[in-house]
């Protein structure tokens, strides 16, 4: 059960998306760090965003195992699935929130990939249900060090100061994270930081709502955060790993929630 501490941060601005009533079901993923060296994973998404039945596809957070800024789409894998999003774009409506690797994708990849952005957090309105989305990232304040380094990475010249620098360089910092465990970490926090209830159920009633989806964690079910507000927890994917492959989509319908493997995949 995520840890009960008094929130200690202020409530952020909550945006709202409201759902076409004519809309029948939403999907939402996230965490499936596509790279080339998971290439069935990679099929599998880019299979269920051609297949799957929802009018939407809510991603909600670390599509990519990394994204260094938008001149990245130029690159063979990414311009990959730059044409998949276009294309599944093109059939019904992508949305994309950022996460804590994916946090630089920008304007120019979600204009030549069709997808939307949504803020981080968003209140999606769909069949009289209000439902807060977000990462989750920055829920889990039991994390002090990653919530530091968050708050950096964030800031405008932090981020500028990144993007002036070569493509090139930006990819092998990027790559040194990855070899290095404790840059790893900061980048993604602790592996058993969760989200800080009080503080959720404090966003929930600040966005009157009682339902919460989110990623990041990779522990994926649901559970109550306190009498009368839920919380439903994204999978990671990782259909390469042949000890524990894992994919999976949470369905929003008119009938409630329900979990699913992607479309084709058994």
Not at 70 to 92: H, I, K, S, Y
Not at 138 to 161: G, I, M, N
Request: aromatic letters at 8%; a negative charge.
């Amino acid at each position: 059960m995520p840890g009960s501490a008094a929130p200690t941060v202020a409530l952020p601005a909550f945006h709202e998306f409201a759902a076409p009533d004519d809309w029948r079901a939403i999907d939402f993923i996230s965490d499936l760090h596509l790279s080339p060296a998971l290439p069935r994973t990679t099929q599998a998404w880019a299979h269920h965003l051609r297949e799957t039945p929802a009018d939407a596809v809510f991603v909600l957070g670390d599509l990519f195992e990394v994204w260094v800024g938008d001149d990245a789409r130029t690159l063979p894998f990414e311009r990959e699935c730059l044409a998949v999003l276009a294309d599944a774009a093109g059939r019904r409506l992508l949305a994309f929130m950022a996460g804590n690797r994916d946090f630089l994708l920008g304007a120019a990849m979600l204009r030549d990939s069709g997808m939307r952005g949504l803020a981080d957090p968003t209140v999606l309105s769909a069949w009289g249900r209000r439902v807060l989305l977000t990462h989750g990232d920055e829920l889990c304040l039991a994390d002090t060090d990653y919530q530091a380094f968050r708050r950096e990475v964030r800031s405008p010249k932090w981020q500028h100061d990144f993007l002036a620098r070569p493509l090139q360089t930006r990819l092998q910092i990027a790559a040194g994270i990855r070899r290095e465990s404790e840059a790893r970490r900061r980048f993604d926090g602790r592996i058993d930081a969760d989200v800080d209830a009080a503080t959720a159920v404090a966003w929930l009633q600040a966005a009157g709502s009682a339902e919460m989806v989110h990623g990041h964690t990779h522990r994926p079910g649901s559970e109550w955060l306190a009498p009368g507000f839920e919380r439903h927890v994204l999978s990671d994917w990782d259909l390469d790993d042949e000890q524990r492959p894992r994919a999976e989509v949470l369905r929003l319908s008119r009938d409630g929630f329900r979990r699913l493997p992607p479309a084709g995949v058994r």
